[in-house]
């Protein structure tokens, strides 16, 4: 079982965070030292994995696919093993998605690094790459178009300065597309048309929003672009940028060769030059489809992404907190009455907390972010919102939050009330499930006392916990001049007695 000890925040100057980005391609890991707001790099690793390869025509991943990325990782978690845990953040990106036993993988995972590995939906690992990329160029007062073309999809972004305007992630990647097009090595006319209309095809999807909001700039990332412009250079096609003259040279400079084998780069590894045809394939549509002149390369990607993401959490510039508002925002979610619940949440969670064992801020930030969301289902439909509510948690793009986090925060907003749903209980992770259960009865506590929306205060309480009895008092009195209050607490009683556990009214 992975260790989640709390650490000291970690703001101060010289502190190091790590990424590791397991992508459907390669992984890699990167050790950054933060100083004065800027992260400077001082260890960087990666490997081919292709992860992507090992999934068969059912969606299962191949036990030697795991292997080879769990033997990657196993190197990558000595260089890892001094850092404190909270200063490290490891992702799973297409593969992982679209893995049906990705479960497995990540449990193994996580024993291995140390740390909760988390998978991160197509718009949040777009999102990630535009903040790598932004903060790795330099600030231009136009708005930035950013491709990445990883192993199993690529990511599509509009954005200004450090904020992203459009998002999107796309069905298609270089170890996916050499499979399907480019399998065996053989490079022909027929492949790269193939290759190129399928690509075309995923891309009409954001065509028209892109070209209507339209960019200044352009940049590509990660290892597949890169390796195209390297390409270029040794060949004399480009300097600077990537143009759309020079891959069309580089796609009449690989048709010649006819197979990857015959292909050879000094500067490009043979790996990555068995899944060239198939980037270039995908970067070539991206060209032709949204008109792009030219594309500058950028060092950031992914990996830089999660660094800053995680810096600006430590500095509690956290994007999980402007999603949540916003999700409050769109769904007209009484503020006031969210705002009671979470204050009452918060003051029953630091009385129970030690006995619970809930004293990870992690446990502090889920409970507030239930309190403010666990009505916008309201706006679908009074009757079953809390289903609703659920629902748009786990399904809805939300920047910040990994599809871990999104299941955890619908578990948590599902069983606010009425039967506790012990199915999907079930359905979480096993080491989390003890303590969101846990999590969801201090929830639910909190919504009993504020289902009268009454303005006035709540009078002091006192909550203490023992293994699974809870014992709820109020000032003498005050329960029987609250009816409905009592029996709301009186059917909670009910209704925790079948899940064992025990709620007494003192």
Known sequence: MYDQESTPDQTERGSLLAAVDM????????????????????????????????LDSSGLLSEASQQVGLECLSRFAQRLTDLP??????????????????????????????????????????????????????HDSGRRLVIDIGGGSTECVIGERFEPRLLESLQMGCVSFTKQFFYGGQISESAFAKAETAAQQELLSLRRDYR???????????????????????????????????IRKLKDYLLKQ??????????????????????????????????????????????????????????????????????????????KHAAAVEATALIALAQIKDKWNLGDPEYHD???????????????????????????????????????????????????????????????PKQKQDAYLKLCLILRLAIILHRSRSKARLPAFNLRVEDQKIHLSFPPGWLTQHPLTQADLEQEIEFLRAIDYKLKLD
């Open 85 to 138: 845990r909270k200063s490290i953040r490891a992702v799973g990106t297409n593969a992982l998605r679209e893995s049906l036993n990705s479960d497995e993988f990540i449990e193994r995972a996580s024993q291995i690094l140390g740390i909760p590995v988390q998978i991160i939906a197509g718009r949040e690992e777009a999102r990630l790459i535009y903040l790598g990329v932004s903060h790795t160029l330099a």
């Open 23 to 54: 992508g459907s391609n390669s992984f890699y890991m990167v050790v950054a030292r933060l100083v004065d707001g800027q992260l400077k790099p001082i260890d960087v690793m990666s490997e081919k994995v292709q992860l992507a390869a090992g």
């Open 212 to 246: 209507r909001l339209g960019w200044s700039s352009c940049a590509g990332s990660s290892g597949t672009i890169k390796a195209i412009k390297q390409a270029c250079e040794a060949l004399g096609y480009c300097e600077i940028s990537l143009t759309a003259t020079a």
């Open 258 to 335: 006819g197979h990857v084998e015959k292909i050879s780069f000094d500067n490009i590894k043979p790996e990555r030059v068995a899944v060239l045809p198939a980037g270039l394939a995908i970067l070539t549509a991206a060209f032709n489809s949204l008109g792009i002149r030219e594309m500058e390369y950028s060092d950031g990607a992914l990996r830089e992404g999660v660094l800053y993401d995680m810096a600006g959490r430590l500095r509690h510039e956290d994007v999980r907190e402007r999603t949540i508002i916003a999700l409050m925002r769109r769904y007209h979610v009484d503020t």
């Open 366 to 428: 889920m409970l507030c972010w239930s309190a403010r969301s666990h009505e916008i289902g309201l706006t679908i439909s009074h009757s079953r919102f809390h289903r609703h509510s659920a629902y748009l948690l786990q399904h809805s793009d939300l920047p910040g939050f990994s599809n871990l986090d999104q299941l955890l925060l619908a578990f948590l907003v599902r069983g606010h009330r009425r039967k506790i749903p012990k199915d999907d209980l079930r359905a979480l």
